[in-house]
Structure formats: structure tokens, C-alpha cells
């Protein structure tokens, strides 16, 4: 669990719609980019553990799809939108220091 803001990523690695996976702290983290806003969430599905950077990036939705069974996960919220996923994944706060992505808890 992140506890402080760590560097996760450069924002040349996450280029406007597209998306990609880190390991932080232990932590496999999902980070995207819609409309120029970075947004970071688990990076496994909560249905059956597929890896969510395998899948498709929603971006006029601000969704990923799974590529197992086509969940969907809003990236702002980490909610599962579309089933048969019912669990939210988690959610972490993205800050932007120059072109560093620096991923924390959410609230911190």
C-alpha cells in the first residue's frame, strides 16, 4: 500500500491515449492518460485477476476493458461499469511534477 507519493513513470512513457503498467512498492499499478490528465488504478481485474494493461483503453468513456471477459473500470473512480466484474479495483492519486507521474494514496 502506498503510503507517500513515489515516481512511478515520465510522462513520455504514457502518451495521450494509451496506457501502461509499473510495479511500485510491490504494487502492479495501471497508469493512463485521457485528454491529457493522467489517471492510475490496480492492474488486475477484480473479476478474475486479468492483467488490465492487456486489454483495451476506453477513452471516450475514461474506461479500460479486461481482456478476459470484457469488464469495464472507470479510471476516475476504480468502479467496475460493466460485468461480469462487480468489484471496484483500487484507485491511486496521480500528481505531475515536471515530466515525472508520481503515484500516492488517494487522499494524500
Request: some cysteine; proline content about 4%.
Amino acid at each position: 500500500m502506498l503510503r507517500e507519493f513515489v515516481k512511478a513513470a515520465k510522462t513520455s512513457d504514457v502518451s495521450d491515449g494509451t496506457m501502461t503498467s509499473v510495479t511500485v512498492e510491490g504494487e502492479a499499478i495501471l497508469i493512463a492518460c485521457v485528454g491529457g490528465k493522467y489517471y492510475a488504478i490496480h492492474n488486475k481485474c477484480s473479476h478474475q485477476g486479468a492483467w488490465l494493461d492487456q486489454g483495451d483503453l476506453l477513452a471516450d468513456r475514461c474506461e479500460v476493458m479486461c481482456p478476459l471477459h470484457e469488464a469495464c473500470f472507470d479510471l476516475r473512480t476504480g468502479d467496475a461499469s460493466a460485468g461480469p466484474a462487480k468489484t471496484p479495483v483500487k484507485v491511486y492519486a496521480v500528481r505531475v511534477e515536471g515530466d515525472d507521474i508520481l503515484l500516492g494514496p488517494v487522499g494524500g
